[in-house]
């Protein structure tokens, strides 16, 4: 049974930082594409970063580009977002999620496989 397990979410104020995690298993991803996307409270779920099977390349969303950074290990099976300079916009369930091609993508519909989602809220 796959499995894509966050963590790391919390409630932080404007400015600070957090790392979230996410643990694959039941299939290996190391040729696969990752990517976490959010979603706020009333709102569709939006791409927030992505990053290809080898993880030297890696895209971002406007919103977000200088502050997060997505890495991966994958012989740990481990995917990272680090958050950092956070704002109250961010505030949002956070999902990791794979797909079985190697490139990222910014389309959630390119995504095979998801979490469960982690929250993040961000008090001003």
């Known amino acids: 049974q796959v499995q894509l397990v966050e963590s790391g979410g919390g409630l932080v104020q404007a400015g600070e930082s957090l790392r979230l995690s996410c643990k694959t298993s039941?299939?290996?991803?190391?040729?696969?594409?990752m990517g976490w996307f959010r979603q706020a409270p009333g709102k569709a779920r939006e791409f927030v970063a992505a990053i290809n099977d080898s993880g030297l390349r890696t895209v971002y969303a406007d919103s977000v580009k200088g502050r997060f950074t997505i890495t991966r290990v994958s012989a740990q099976n481990m995917l990272y977002l680090q958050m950092n300079s956070l704002k109250p916009e961010d505030t949002a369930v956070y999902f990791c999620a794979a797909r079985r091609l190697a490139a990222g993508t910014v389309h959630e519909g390119d995504y095979d496989f998801w979490g469960q989602g982690t929250q993040v809220t961000v008090s001003s």
């Open positions: 039941g299939r290996t991803f190391i040729n696969s594409a």
